[in-house]
Structure formats: C-alpha cells, structure tokens
C-alpha cells in the first residue's frame, strides 16, 4: 500500500498573512518602535524632567499637567523600562516574601495578591516558605539573599522580638502575622481578637450554647492561636457563658487532619457541642468531613464557623461561614510601606520614620454552615 504524501501546514492555514489588510497591519504594528519617555513629553508639551515627576509618582506637578502627560501616555502606549529605573537607582527590582506554609491556602492566596501589589511598582517577587523553622527563619531575616532583594515581607513564627532587634541586616522588611507587635519593623496584620470575637458572637446569637474552640497552642510562637482564643473567651464571658476545658482542643498544625482528629474528640464527650469555632478554614473542613461522616448535620445539628476565607470553604458542602481578612488590603498595605522604606533609603538614616503598625479590616462572611 502506498502511503500518501501531506504538504506541511502553511502559515495561511494558522490564521497569518504575510500580506493582505490584517497581515500589514500586524507588520505596521510590530514594526512601530516602542515609545519613549522623550516621545511623552514632546506629545503633551511639557519637560523631559515634568514627565518623570509624573511617572514616578512626585506630587510637584499641577493636575492639568498630569492629566496631559497621562493623555499623552495612553495615547502613546507608553510602557516604562523597570529595569533601566531600577538600575539607576541601584536596585535590583526584586523583593523577597516568606512564609511559613504554602501549601496552607491563606498564604498561598495573601502570596498571589502580594504579587500584584508589587507587579505595580515594577517588583518580581521571589517567595521562600520556611516551615516556620527557627534557623530558616534567621537566613531569611539576616539576609542571605540580601545581595539580591530591595526588601523583604516576612511572616515570622518562630523569629520573636529579640531576634528581631538583634538582626544586622540593613534591608528594608515588614512583618505580617501576629508573632511580633511594635518590633522594630513596620507590621501588618488585622485585630485577631475581634475577629474571634465577632464569630463567636454570631454563634451565640444563633441561639448556639455549647461552643466548642478547635485551634488553640502552647508553644511561644503560637501568638495566632492565643488572639483567637482570647475573643472566643471574651464573647462567651460577655454573654455570661463560663469556658468549659473539655470543648477547647488543642492543635499541633492547622490542617484538615487537625480539624478532623479535634472534632473526633469532641463527639467523644458525654455533652458534645453544638457549634463549632475553628481557628483557620482547613480546620473547619476537616471538623465538618467527620460530622458529615457520622451523619450530623451541618448546621441543624452542629454550626461551624472558619477564620481565613479560603476558596475551598465557599464552594463547601456547605458552604463554610468564616471571618474574612481582607487579604488585598493586607498585601497593598505591606507592599505600600515597603515601597515608603526604599524611597527614604532603607529607613535606617537620622530622618526615618518609627516603624507602623496598620491594622487591615476584616469582616464575617455568613453562609450555610451557620443557617444563612
């Protein structure tokens, strides 16, 4: 038999012309050099110099200037060259973000948003995870990749203040998390005992009595776990409820098998709970697979409540009521003060400022889990 021969594919067969209307207006465009700042400042009849101000964010331009330089920028398409800034002023574009888990959605989530905050002052981001171990942690902060990065967002667990203070690296870096408050580095992170405190609030006025805590840990670095606890404590006392020891479980991590081991040991109780509050979301999910498993429904018999919203809570069976941080805000605000720390040159000269503490909102998001 004899095989047929095929001619090869053509570019025509792709959807490309090399001539015709489309096929030169795509040379036209890939021909059209790419614009430059010169050619900004010619198009809106202003200085080269006026241009930079605006570019770069200086406030010493009128707004009708600015508004012509940005006309002429979209009309122009014009593209700033982050490389060529950075090099000018010495940096090398780059920041730094570690944290402890990634694989734990809430970091993975806060690490993408990060991303695009920093995408917007022209910032790659390398991303470490250390485990929360103690001698990654001080690679991390005493700047072993310092000769790489402009700055660092660090989540610390088992870095504590006096290491902080300690630290010789000169890097610009601001801390998220709860390991450290007024440290001497500028800090973001949300009020973690309102937060608890509104969620259990929620399952009280449900009509919620037996209100269980799975989340809680000892250890000096848990400083999460302890704010979580102190609002759940706070709620219960404000609504005249005494805390009962057997319903606040312990746990080592925060992840689904957690959730799942601590609500094993609560249906083992002779008086089990009737709601449930959860320090993260994985430890919800994993509390509600084995309610699920033992036929108790979800909220009717049991209400449950996270703290995180993650994705995989809002497309729950069900779906999974939970305190929600504003994880954007979060990034803007620790993206926004270390881009304060690079302008002022590291924020270590006679004229910097002390270090910040901002506090990003939160709010409850109530779903199926509590009867919405």
Partial sequence: MKLKRFKPLTASLCGVRSNGANGGQAADTKARPRARLQDVASRAGVSLATVSNVVNGHTNVSAATRAKVHSAIDELNYRPNMAARNLRRGRSGLIALAVPELDIPYFAELAAHLVSAAERHGWTVLVDQTGGDAERERLVMDGFRSQLIDGLIFSPLA??????????????????????????????????????????????????RRIAAIGEQQRPSAGTA???????????????????????????????????????????????????????????????????????????????????????????????????????????????????????????????????????????????????
């Fill in 159 to 208: 870095t504590g203040r006096h290491e902080l203070v300690a630290r010789r690296d000169t890097t610009p870096m601001v801390l998220l998390g709860e390991r450290v408050f007024d440290g001497p580095s500028d800090h973001v992170s949300i009020d973690n005992v309102a937060a608890a405190r509104a969620a259990t609030e929620h399952l009280l006025q449900s009509g919620r």
């Fill in 226 to 372: 302890r704010l979580r606890l102190r609002g759940y404590v706070d709620a219960l006392a404000a609504a005249g409820f005494p805390v009962d020891d057997d319903l606040v479980v312990p746990c080592e991590s925060y992840h689904r098998a957690d959730g799942a081991a601590a609500m094993t040991a609560l249906l083992s109780l002779p008086s089990p709970p009737d709601a449930i509050f959860c320090f993260n979301d994985l430890l919800a999910l994993g509390a509600m697979r084995v309610l699920h498993e033992r036929g108790i429904q979800v909220p009717a018999d049991v209400a449950v409540v996270g703290f995180d919203d993650i994705e995989d809570g809002r497309y729950a069976t069900p779906s999974l009521t939970t305190v929600r941080p504003d994880k954007q805000g979060i990034a803007a605000l620790a993206v926004q003060l270390l881009a304060e720390r690079l302008d002022e040159g590291a924020g270590h000269g006679p004229h910097a400022r002390s270090p910040q503490e901002l506090i990003a909102p939160f709010d409850l998001a109530v779903r199926e889990s509590t009867g919405a």
